[in-house]
Nanobody, 115 residues
């Protein structure tokens, strides 16, 4: 069973940066497409960014130009570099496969953007 463990969240001021990491069991990062999602309080979980096994990336409009998804196949880890953070980016961030191919969700990592 695939296990996903997110880390790197925390409290950051508006305009700041954070780098999230998602360690996955097995070799899924190298073989399969991966994605980052987020869920803000009282809202549904939404797709933030995705990366294919061949490193093609896609982003939600609300993070384009600010967030960068990447991966390290050797470490079986997916990253999300978040720059120019806004209060509306506050959410629990999760990694998983793209929609339609989901694994069991991890615990997520909380990102709070506040002054």
């Amino acid at each position: 069973q695939v296990q996903l463990a997110e880390s790197g969240g925390g409290l950051v001021q508006p305009g700041g940066s954070l780098r999230l990491a998602c360690a996955a069991s097995g070799t899924i990062v190298k073989i399969f497409n991966m994605a980052w999602y987020r869920q803000a309080p009282g809202k549904q979980r939404e797709l933030v960014a995705s990366i294919t096994s061949g490193t093609t990336t896609n982003y939600a409009d609300f993070v384009k130009g600010r967030f960068t998804i990447s991966k390290d196949d050797a470490k079986n880890t997916v990253y999300l570099q978040m720059n120019s953070l806004k209060p509306e980016d506050t959410a629990v961030y999760y990694c998983n496969a793209p929609p339609g191919h989901l694994y069991t969700w991890g615990q997520g990592t909380l990102v709070t953007v506040s002054s």
